[in-house]
């Protein structure tokens, strides 16, 4: 079993950084693929970020390239999302997630229901 519990979150205005980090309980962290969501009020779950536990390999959505970026430290067993230039429309809740998978490319990372475990997602709010 892993646990993660994300943190980071908070209110900004637009044009503000915020760091995210998911911390996980368990297992050798670099045995998961990690992937980022987010669930805006009244919208379905976007998927992110992808980076695989080998750190062979991460992957971004285009909406979200440049701006955000995943790294992780094995050691402390967490990952971060790193998110630069926020605007209004990152307003949502942000979720991490684990795959038991070293790589991304060994299943379909933007799947939501491809991943074991979930954190339980913290609020960014990006205000105009």
């Known amino acids: 079993q892993v646990q993660l519990v994300e943190s980071g979150g908070g209110l900004v205005q637009a044009g503000a950084s915020l760091r995210l980090s998911c911390a996980a309980s368990?297992?050798?962290?670099?045995?998961?693929?990690m992937g980022w969501f987010r669930q805006a009020p009244g919208k379905e779950r976007e998927f992110l970020a992808a980076?695989?536990?080998?750190?062979?390999?991460?992957y971004y959505v285009d909406s979200v390239k440049g701006r955000f970026t995943v790294s992780r430290d094995n050691a402390k067993n967490t990952v971060y999302l790193q998110m630069n230039s926020l605007q209004p429309e990152d307003t949502a809740v942000y979720y991490c997630?684990?795959?038991?998978?070293?790589?991304?490319?060994?299943?379909?990372?933007?799947?939501?229901?491809?991943?074991?475990?979930w954190g339980q997602g913290t609020q960014v709010t990006v205000s105009s």
């Open positions: 980076d695989s536990g080998s750190g062979r390999s991460t």
């Open positions: 368990g297992r050798t962290f670099s045995d998961y693929s």
């Open positions: 997630a684990a795959a038991e998978e070293e790589d991304i490319d060994n299943y379909d990372f933007e799947r939501g229901d491809e991943y074991d475990y």
